[in-house]
């Protein structure tokens, strides 16, 4: 899973719509995390894709939830991370796992191993 410089900064720039046209259709395994677990793994793939984005651009600007912005909001990153992490935890089998933080696409690929 590579994410290039180019859609970090398509991300960057449109935060709301990116995030709205890659997740819209996966808002119920975004709010249960049994849904997500059922969900196929080129799914589940396309989430964290967008996950690690989400964190990336936080990192590098800032840009997360904003509460004033009722019309448009992005999820919480710490929630969709959440999320993400214990949705793949009960894909997993339900193994015990611990977010090591920093980079998704790579705590996912440990919990998927079992490392």
């Known amino acids: 899973m590579t ?11 449109h935060p709301r719509g990116t995030e709205r046209r ?3 259709k996966y808002r119920q395994a975004l709010n249960d995390a049994f849904a997500y677990a059922s969900l196929p793994e080129a799914d589940r793939d396309a989430i964290v894709r967008w996950a690690e984005v989400r964190r990336r651009i936080l ?4 840009l997360d939830h904003d509460p004033a912005n ?12 959440e999320q993400v992490l214990e949705g793949e935890r009960l894909a997993a089998g339900g193994t015990a796992f611990s977010d090591p933080g920093g980079d998704l696409v ?8 079992g490392a």
Request: charged residues 30%.
């Open 22 to 24: 890659r997740l819209s």
């Open 3 to 13: 994410i290039d410089q180019k859609e970090l900064a398509l991300a960057a720039e």
């Open 70 to 81: 009722l019309a448009d909001p992005l999820l919480p990153y710490a929630r969709l991370r």
């Open 106 to 113: 790579a705590a996912v690929r440990a919990l998927r191993s």
């Open 59 to 62: 990192e590098s600007a800032g």
